[in-house]
């Protein structure tokens, strides 16, 4: 199975600050269609997941810009520019490259 | 809209088997896969399988020997049953669309005597 490292475990920021998650996999998530299946979600406290970046860099519907995806073959990375109070929670990477399709452990953001 | 809801008992006991549903609208079965995930207790997302949009499915090999997945397309749901549980099954457990991104609210299994 492929091996998710995210980091760091947990963050804390204050509002308005830009802040950084990595995650790299132990293989190449690069498909055989040519495409990188590596997505980001959003854990709001209490509330199930939601899909923020599909496909390393690709927005999901109704998620701001402030968010960012980078990254390829081995090493992703997502971006959060100025902070608000909502994007607080637990962010996971998922790779749906790969069956069975495995996550990061997630990373808590946290209000300093 | 995208909508998937899961629904099932919230008490299981163990050595028994859980039943979920997840209905969902929006999108066809066979358009989009439908997974399965679970969440303990203040722990990590873990993948438990499949529902591909062709009608095959493929399971995490740590619960293979336990879980099926199937569908009834006519009425837009998908089926987990998972056998022989244990406490350490306790978890929330969502559906979510492969394709949409979309997940569920998630249902909240406990199992105990």
């Known amino acids: 199975d492929v091996v998710m490292t995210q980091t760091p475990p947990s963050l804390s920021v204050a509002i308005g600050q830009s802040v950084s998650i990595s995650c790299k996999s132990s293989?190449?998530?690069?498909?055989?269609?040519?495409?990188?299946?590596l997505n980001w979600l959003l854990q709001n406290p209490g509330q199930s997941p939601k899909r923020l970046i599909y496909q390393v860099s690709n927005l999901g519907s109704g998620v701001p810009d402030r968010f960012s995806g980078t990254g390829s073959e081995k090493d992703f990375t997502l971006k959060i520019s100025r902070v608000e109070a909502e994007d607080l929670g637990v962010y996971h990477c998922v790779q749906a490259t790969h069956v069975p399709y495995t996550f990061g452990a997630g990373t808590k953001l946290e209000l300093k | 809209e995208v909508q998937l809801k899961e629904s099932g008992p919230g008490l299981v006991q163990p050595s028994q088997t859980l039943s979920l549903t997840c209905t969902v609208s929006g999108f066809s079965l066979t358009d989009y896969s439908v997974h399965w995930v679970r969440q303990p207790p203040g722990k990590g997302l873990e993948w438990m399988g499949v529902m591909w949009s062709g009608g095959s499915t493929a399971y995490n090999s740590a619960l293979k020997s336990r879980l099926s997945i199937s569908r009834d397309t006519s009425k837009s749901q998908v089926f987990l049953k998972m056998n022989s549980l244990q406490t350490e099954d306790t978890a929330i457990y969502y559906c979510?669309?492969?394709?949409?991104?979309?997940w569920g609210q998630g249902v909240m299994v406990t199992v105990s005597s």
């Open positions: 293989q190449s998530l690069v498909h055989s269609d040519g495409k990188t299946y």
């Open positions: 979510t669309s492969g394709g949409t991104g979309h």
